[in-house]
């Protein structure tokens, strides 16, 4: 018989200190449970699960996507590429913004390829390089990108074109 583990967690407590201790002990979360109703990403294989999730998003009235484990809303992509300045406006005239580098990065599916993305939830999406908003730290005139071809992520010149995905806060 498996041994059972309670944890309490309090405030201010380093969840990934929890997740350590609990894997020196031996134990395995297979059947994590959901905390404040939401599922904790050091249980095993869990935030992979999550981020390849269809049921992660819902299609919304305008056309965007929720995406119910970000908290946000994706826009439609942009039928042409443009440079960051200019996918900065294109993003605001939609009512959002261009997404950081984490959050477009997390719409990378790697069991995919050409795109690297579900084509049932974002079937608009072009096999290229897509803008983040993240601005490069080192060199300011760069800026990180997404290829969605393979779901590579890099960082290229804000003067080239590349194609865009707005985001905005949930609806």
Not at 18 to 32: D, H, L, T, V
Not at 112 to 139: H, L, N
Request: hydrophobic share 35%.
């Amino acid at each position: 018989m498996a041994k059972k583990l309670e944890v309490i967690i309090k405030e201010n407590i380093n969840i990934g200190d929890i997740a350590k201790a609990i894997r020196q002990e031996g134990y395995k979360i297979s059947n994590p449970v959901k905390i404040k109703g939401k599922i904790p990403l050091f249980a095993e294989g869990v935030l992979t699960q999550t981020l390849r999730s269809a049921s992660r998003f819902s299609k919304l009235k305008d056309g965007w996507v929720k995406d119910e484990f970000l908290g946000i809303d994706w826009g439609p992509s942009s039928d042409k590429r443009m440079n960051w300045e200019d996918a900065e406006k294109h993003c605001a005239n939609l009512g959002g913004r261009l997404p950081e580098r984490f959050e477009l990065a997390s719409l990378i599916d790697d069991t995919k390829f050409k795109p690297a993305v579900d084509k049932d939830v974002f079937p608009d999406t072009v096999s290229d390089y897509y803008w983040s908003g993240t601005t490069y730290a080192y060199w300011t005139d760069g800026a990180w990108i997404v290829y969605f071809i393979d779901g590579y992520v890099y960082v290229d010149v804000k003067t080239y074109s590349y194609y865009v995905r707005p985001v905005r806060s949930s609806q």
